[in-house]
């Protein structure tokens, strides 16, 4: 391949001032190049193969497109010519052509001048779960759900996927050397299916009607409801930028346009249903009603945003840095053209609105050789302007949306400073404090029995860094941090909210969210960097920490822990040969309560390791190859809350508790590249996959989750594929 493999993509939609200011200064260069003319271009056609069928490949094939047939063709191709007189550059290529992950581009710049781009792709995701169903319009806004008599797994067998297609351009243009405008807009459409679902248990509060599961009726169910996708989202920017001196400072706007051609879902749900025993029975009063809601989709929606930012050098030596940014979001799609009714008398949409404010500015300086300094501060401010209405109703009580408005203030300040014998040393201090306003009285709460206001976190940073010999750094960080709030509020519904004056007097099942929580936060970083020889290199890394929650009840996250240790190397054998080895280990916990029913325990484990070798046989032979392997592991480990019923205990007994969640891949990757002639070669490649997979959420032990009406989503545990292709590629110059 030619360096043509590195074809000009563009940076996004956020690109970076300081490089347009370095592409600035680098405007008169071009004059100062001997006139000469480049092109280089490739084209590559190749075949591969694939083995077994889509169950096979379930996990290999989400993104690459290889899902469906055995033999695919491929065909890229780039171009590029740089012509030093004029300082234009031209390039385009192509990639994927004859799959449905294909990519073009083409692109066209006059440098100091102007400069233009066109960029076209599409991506297929699917989904690595198989569906049996017998919905009839599967994937529409109106399915049919019909019951399948025969038992699980006598249904139709449909398959879950989004399709992508983006379209995407940009301009810039150089008015002068100080002063550019960069614009870029891009169009995606997407559509297809993905998992989704309604359920309901009777007798709620929110239908009193609804009655409870009996010996003759089921009154509750969990339902399978693919969500039909057909959306278009748009995002542009344009942006000023300007560049002189000690001055670097850029103006823009950005612009997000989502709208979705569905609104809704309306199923159709039928009379009978499975009860927890899988036994088919009637539905009660009232549950199918409410299973056969609309259910709202994504509405559309905009987001609009207007920044100013920049930078300025005080000194050689300090400059500061600044943004003000103002954004407005909005939705008001209006609910009938969604196909939902419901809504509170005069209310034809939710006429959303949030405003939000952002103000940053910072500073950097080296008042002395051995010492630098710096400081940041942000202001973040979320103003939700959303009309209130009655949308619940409960009986004869009747709550309103909650409006949610915050502040939010960061600071951070750090300063290094060089010590004896190569050592610097670093302290940091960061600041983080959140108002979220005052609770709307109307609104009602549910999920957590008490609310704060505020909550304020302070931490520290402390860095100690060496380089010991010429081959040889080290560093060690401790990192630490406090948050503490405001008193505990308790919501009440259509009231308001009242200080817990006493957390005692909140009911003993009583929960608090773990993000407003007093945390205890401290974490350890160790780091070392060994050049042994010209040709060995090797990097260890270090990492613990540790979160411990504080509220008044245990129903509640209590504490988390995370561990990772990595190792990285590489060694050059000769001036053809080199190799590489990494492996990494993570273990994480997490301990929590749920109230009447399990303390749980869950761990994660990870470990990842590979090998990979590279070099040339001959001056004509280059040969590659690598193994990765990566085994990850979710654990369960379950006891009984003092407040557990005997079903919990029952249940608890008979099953063990929850099984493993396990994930494991190996690979081998081989490739060759053989020069046949100074123009063309072929590029061999090889993969070989094997991947197990066994998530008790939609099933275990070959046995699938099954919802009410029979459908299962399944995954086959085991899966191998292998992956061959050859491609023949000629380069023009």
Same mark, same amino acid.
């Given at each position: 391949?030619?360096?043509?493999?590195?074809?000009?993509r563009?940076?996004?939609?956020?690109?970076?001032?300081?490089a347009?200011?370095?592409?600035?200064?680098?405007?008169?260069a071009?004059?100062?190049?001997?006139?000469?003319i480049?092109?280089?271009?490739f084209?590559?056609v190749?075949?591969?193969?694939?083995?077994?069928?889509?169950?096979?490949?379930?996990?290999?094939?989400?993104y690459?497109?290889?899902c469906?047939?055995?033999?695919?063709?491929?065909?890229?191709?780039?171009?590029?010519?740089l012509?030093?007189t004029?300082?234009?550059?031209?390039?385009?290529?192509?990639?994927?052509?004859?799959?449905?992950?294909?990519?073009?581009?083409?692109?066209?710049?006059?440098?100091?001048?102007?400069?233009?781009?066109?960029?076209?792709?599409?991506?297929?995701?699917r989904?690595?779960?198989?569906?049996?169903?017998?919905?009839?319009?599967?994937?529409?806004?109106?399915p049919?759900?019909?019951?399948?008599s025969?038992?699980?797994g006598?249904?139709?067998?449909f398959?879950?996927?989004?399709?992508?297609?983006?379209?995407?351009?940009?301009?810039?243009?150089?008015?002068s050397?100080?002063?550019?405008?960069?614009?870029?807009?891009?169009?995606q459409?997407?559509?297809?299916?993905?998992?989704?679902?309604v359920?309901?248990?009777?007798?709620?509060a929110l239908a009193?009607?609804?009655?409870?599961?009996?010996?003759?009726?089921?009154?509750?169910?969990?339902?399978?409801l693919?969500?039909?996708?057909?959306?278009?989202?748009?995002?542009?920017?344009?942006?000023?930028?300007?560049?002189?001196?000690?001055l670097?400072?850029?103006?823009?706007?950005?612009?997000?346009?989502?709208?979705?051609?569905?609104?809704s879902?309306?199923?159709?749900?039928?009379?009978?249903?499975?009860?927890?025993?899988?036994q088919?029975?009637?539905?009660?009063?009232?549950l199918?009603?409410?299973?056969?809601?609309?259910?709202a989709?994504?509405?559309?929606?905009?987001?609009?945003?207007?920044?100013?930012?920049?930078n300025?050098?005080?000194?050689?030596?300090?400059?500061?840095?600044?943004k003000?940014?103002?954004?407005?979001?909005?939705?008001?799609?209006?609910?009938?053209?969604?196909?939902?009714?419901?809504?509170?008398?005069?209310?034809?949409?939710?006429?959303?609105?949030?405003?939000?404010?952002?103000?940053?500015f910072?500073?950097?300086?080296?008042p002395i050789d051995?010492l630098?300094? +710096?400081?940041?501060?942000?202001?973040? %401010? *979320? =103003?939700d302007?959303?009309? $209130?209405?009655?949308y619940?109703? !409960? &009986?004869? @009580?009747?709550?309103t949306?909650r409006?949610?408005?915050?502040?939010?203030?960061?600071?951070?300040?750090?300063?290094?400073?060089q010590?004896?014998?190569?050592?610097?040393?670093?302290?940091?201090?960061?600041?983080?404090?959140i108002?979220?306003?005052?609770?709307?009285?109307?609104?009602s709460?549910?999920g957590?029995?008490?609310?704060?206001?505020?909550?304020?976190?302070?931490?520290?940073?402390l860095?100690?860094?060496?380089?010991?010999?010429?081959?040889?750094t080290g +560093?060690?960080?401790?990192?630490?941090? %406090? *948050? =503490?709030?405001?008193?505990? $509020?308790?919501?009440?519904?259509? !009231? &308001?909210? @009242?200080?817990?004056?006493?957390?005692?007097?909140?009911s003993?099942?009583?929960?608090?969210?773990p993000?407003?929580?007093?945390?205890?936060?401290?974490?350890?970083?160790?780091?070392?960097?060994w050049?042994?020889?010209?040709?060995?290199?090797?990097?260890?890394?270090?990492?613990?920490?540790?979160d411990?929650?504080?509220?008044?009840?245990?129903?509640?996250?209590r504490?988390?822990?995370m561990?990772?240790?990595?190792?990285?190397?590489?060694y050059?054998?000769?001036?053809?040969?080199?190799?590489?080895?990494?492996?990494?280990?993570?273990?994480?916990s $997490?301990?929590?309560?749920?109230?009447? &029913?399990?303390?749980?325990?869950?761990d994660?484990?990870?470990?990842?390791f590979g090998?990979?070798?590279?070099?040339?046989?001959?001056?004509?032979?280059d040969?590659?190859?690598?193994?990765?392997?990566?085994?990850?592991?979710?654990?369960?480990?379950?006891?009984?809350?003092?407040?557990?019923?005997?079903g919990?205990?029952?249940?608890?007994?008979?099953?063990?508790?929850?099984?493993?969640?396990?994930?494991?891949?190996t690979?081998?990757?081989?490739?060759?590249?053989?020069?046949?002639?100074?123009?063309?070669?072929?590029?061999?490649?090889?993969?070989?996959?094997?991947n197990?997979?066994?998530?008790?959420q939609?099933?275990?032990?070959?046995?699938?989750?099954?919802?009410?009406?029979?459908?299962?989503?399944?995954?086959?545990e085991?899966?191998?594929?292998?992956?061959?292709?050859?491609?023949y590629?000629?380069?023009?110059?």
């Amino acid at each position: 391949m030619t360096s043509l493999d590195r074809r000009f993509r563009p940076a996004g939609l956020r690109r970076s001032v300081l490089a347009l200011a370095v592409l600035a200064a680098c405007h008169p260069a071009w004059a100062e190049e001997p006139p000469a003319i480049d092109v280089e271009s490739f084209v590559s056609v190749g075949v591969a193969t694939v083995s077994g069928d889509r169950k096979d490949r379930a996990l290999f094939c989400q993104y690459n497109g290889l899902c469906d047939d055995s033999v695919y063709g491929l065909i890229d191709f780039g171009y590029s010519r740089l012509d030093r007189t004029t300082g234009t550059w031209s390039e385009a290529f192509g990639r994927n052509l004859l799959l449905d992950t294909r990519e073009l581009g083409a692109s066209y710049r006059r440098q100091g001048r102007w400069g233009a781009y066109v960029n076209y792709d599409e991506l297929v995701r699917r989904d690595p779960y198989s569906v049996n169903s017998g919905i009839a319009g599967f994937g529409s806004t109106a399915p049919q759900l019909n019951y399948i008599s025969g038992g699980p797994g006598r249904g139709f067998n449909f398959d879950l996927e989004t399709k992508r297609k983006t379209l995407a351009g940009g301009y810039e243009r150089w008015f002068s050397p100080t002063l550019q405008f960069t614009a870029d807009v891009s169009a995606q459409k997407k559509e297809g299916e993905r998992q989704f679902g309604v359920g309901f248990a009777c007798p709620s509060a929110l239908a009193f009607n609804c009655g409870a599961t009996t010996t003759t009726a089921v009154g509750g169910a969990v339902l399978f409801l693919p969500e039909p996708i057909d959306s278009r989202h748009t995002q542009a920017e344009a942006r000023l930028n300007y560049s002189a001196g000690k001055l670097l400072i850029s103006g823009g706007y950005y612009g997000s346009f989502y709208s979705n051609a569905n609104g809704s879902v309306t199923p159709s749900v039928p009379g009978v249903l499975n009860n927890p025993l899988g036994q088919p029975l009637p539905l009660s009063t009232g549950l199918g009603a409410i299973l056969g809601n609309p259910v709202a989709l994504p509405p559309d929606n905009q987001a609009h945003q207007f920044d100013v930012l920049g930078n300025y050098a005080f000194s050689p030596t300090t400059r500061g840095n600044f943004k003000l940014a103002y954004g407005t979001y909005r939705q008001d799609q209006d609910f009938a053209s969604a196909g939902l009714t419901g809504a509170p008398a005069g209310v034809g949409s939710l006429d959303g609105r949030v405003d939000t404010l952002l103000v940053q500015f910072g500073i950097s300086a080296r008042p002395i050789d051995k010492l630098m300094l +710096s400081a940041d501060w942000k202001m973040d %401010d *979320r =103003d939700d302007k959303t009309p $209130l209405a009655r949308y619940n109703t !409960q &009986g004869s @009580t009747s709550t309103t949306n909650r409006t949610y408005s915050s502040t939010r203030y960061k600071g951070k300040a750090q300063g290094t400073y060089q010590l004896p014998y190569r050592l610097y040393a670093t302290v940091g201090l960061d600041y983080e404090f959140i108002d979220r306003g005052s609770f709307t009285s109307t609104a009602s709460v549910g999920g957590v029995s008490a609310l704060r206001q505020e909550t304020e976190e302070v931490g520290y940073r402390l860095e100690l860094r060496r380089q010991m010999t010429e081959s040889l750094t080290g +560093s060690i960080a401790f990192i630490s941090s %406090d *948050r =503490d709030g405001s008193a505990w $509020l308790r919501p009440n519904a259509i !009231q &308001g909210v @009242t200080p817990v004056d006493d957390p005692a007097t909140l009911s003993p099942w009583a929960i608090f969210a773990p993000n407003l929580a007093d945390r205890q936060r401290d974490k350890i970083k160790l780091f070392g960097s060994w050049q042994a020889t010209d040709a060995l290199a090797v990097q260890l890394t270090y990492e613990t920490g540790k979160d411990e929650y504080d509220t008044p009840s245990a129903y509640a996250l209590r504490d988390t822990r995370m561990d990772l240790y990595s190792l990285d190397a590489s060694y050059v054998f000769s001036d053809t040969w080199s190799a590489n080895a990494y492996i990494a280990l993570s273990q994480q916990s $997490l301990n929590q309560a749920r109230p009447g &029913g399990t303390v749980l325990a869950y761990d994660n484990d990870n470990l990842a390791f590979g090998v990979g070798v590279q070099g040339k046989i001959s001056e004509k032979f280059d040969l590659g190859g690598s193994i990765a392997y990566i085994d990850d592991k979710s654990k369960y480990n379950q006891s009984l809350d003092r407040l557990a019923g005997p079903g919990e205990a029952a249940l608890l007994a008979a099953t063990g508790g929850l099984p493993d969640i396990v994930f494991e891949r190996t690979e081998f990757r081989l490739f060759g590249r053989y020069a046949l002639t100074a123009n063309s070669g072929l590029r061999l490649d090889a993969v070989y996959q094997k991947n197990k997979y066994n998530d008790w959420q939609y099933g275990y032990n070959g046995v699938p989750f099954v919802f009410g009406d029979n459908t299962t989503l399944s995954q086959q545990e085991n899966q191998d594929v292998t992956y061959f292709g050859v491609t023949y590629i000629y380069n023009f110059r």
